[in-house]
């Protein structure tokens, strides 16, 4: 009876192989590894795109136009551009200015599938900031809300926005346009009914002011008022240790602004937390989002002349200071010492000390 024998690599083979396969196996893992994590580092990036450069545009397109407007002055072809197209372009210039390492990072990238990986992160990681923005602020919204107006009919739930929007006194107050008077009752059953005399488009812009700002820092209407008017005017009395707590509970914090510019405030005023929309659209009902966003940084970025510049840069001055109680808005985390600043000063006096020693 004949028997059949396996063959097996010697010992030494088999422990070569072996070793080859777990290499090959610790490579693919550290490659793995790798990717997921540029991957979460340029997702992290798109964070700010859509709060600070573009709410309804992607990178692509930003990059795109600025290509074709670079391709067509170096043909020298005699192009006419759209009011759109203009607003591509500046919005990839602010893009530059707002978030120069991003920008210097799409320049640098040649290769047609990583950039395309790009692309495609950061617009996931600009998506999953509005998300996350729009889920802060559905709970937020009715807080500052009824800490404003007082319990509002009907209740409203920080689960749901069933309640929100026209149909609920207190947001609806925020949401009517500001050529229509709220307060009567006539007027507020026309706009709740739709009536085409009282229709609220991106056209006519709603009546809430401090968009920025929380309730503490909203109380006092008439002084904010006044202090938009006549920036001369004294501070408003300090408030509480307990009341300021609450102030640093604003949607600046919420969607970690350090500057107050126009698109922020365009971003910010989309009425979404305060409508009973359930799901994001661009058109909700008869206003036009999008629109209504064009128009806002179109006011602070398009002006007609020097009289309308200076108006747009008091104003953003004003927002600043009463964002972050400085015109210039937030400090800087890290900034250089002053030559005549007391630290400075120590520690030239350290080091003379020293040099007087002759150590």
């Avoid at 545009?57 to 020298?76: C, F, I, P, Y």
């Avoid at 591509?88 to 602010?94: D, S, V």
């Avoid at 509480?240 to 005023?269: D, E, F, M, Q």
């Avoid at 359930?278 to 020097?306: K, L, Q, S």
Wanted: with cysteine; aromatic share 8%; glycine share 6%.
């Amino acid at each position: 009876m004949s028997s059949i024998i396996h063959s097996s690599p010697p010992p030494q083979a088999a422990d070569v192989w072996k070793r080859k396969y777990q290499a090959l196996e610790a490579s693919t893992t550290l490659a793995q590894s790798k990717s997921k994590t540029l991957g979460a580092t340029q997702r992290s990036l798109g964070h700010g795109l859509r709060r600070m450069i573009a709410m309804f545009h992607t990178v692509r397109d930003l990059v795109g136009e600025s290509d074709r407007r670079a391709e067509n002055e170096a043909s020298g072809e005699d192009v006419t551009y759209t009011d759109e197209d203009d607003r591509l372009l500046r919005a990839c210039e602010e893009l530059g200015k707002q978030m120069p390492v991003l920008k210097k990072l799409l320049d640098q990238q040649t290769d047609p599938e990583l950039l395309d990986s790009l692309y495609r992160n950061l617009c996931k990681g600009s998506d999953m900031a509005c998300g996350d923005d729009a889920g802060n602020l559905k709970v937020a919204v009715v807080v500052w809300v009824d800490e404003i107006f007082g319990p509002s009919q009907p209740p409203l739930k920080p689960t749901s926005k069933d309640e929100h929007g026209l149909e609920n006194d207190n947001t609806g107050c925020l949401l009517c346009p500001g050529e229509y008077k709220w307060d009567d009752a006539e007027i507020r059953t026309h706009i709740r009914q739709g009536h085409a005399d009282f229709l609220v488009t991106a056209q006519s812009w709603p009546a809430y002011k401090y968009i920025f700002t929380s309730p503490t820092s909203a109380n006092n209407v008439s002084v904010d008022a006044m202090e938009a008017e006549n920036d001369d005017m004294p501070p408003a009395p300090k408030r509480s240790k307990k009341n300021l707590a609450a102030t640093r509970s604003h949607v600046a914090s919420l969607i970690g602004l350090r500057k107050v510019t126009p698109r922020l405030i365009a971003y910010v005023a989309l009425r979404f937390a305060l409508s009973s929309a359930n799901a994001w659209r661009v058109v909700d009902i008869d206003f036009n989002h999008e629109e209504f966003y064009t128009a806002i940084v179109d006011y602070f970025e398009i002006t007609p002349g020097p009289v309308a510049a200076a108006d747009v840069a008091k104003l953003m001055a004003w927002w600043n200071r009463k964002v972050f109680g400085r015109t210039s808005g937030a400090p800087q985390p890290t900034q250089q010492h002053r030559i005549s600043s007391s630290i400075s000063t120590v520690a030239a006096q350290r080091r003379a000390r020293e040099a007087d020693t002759g150590f």
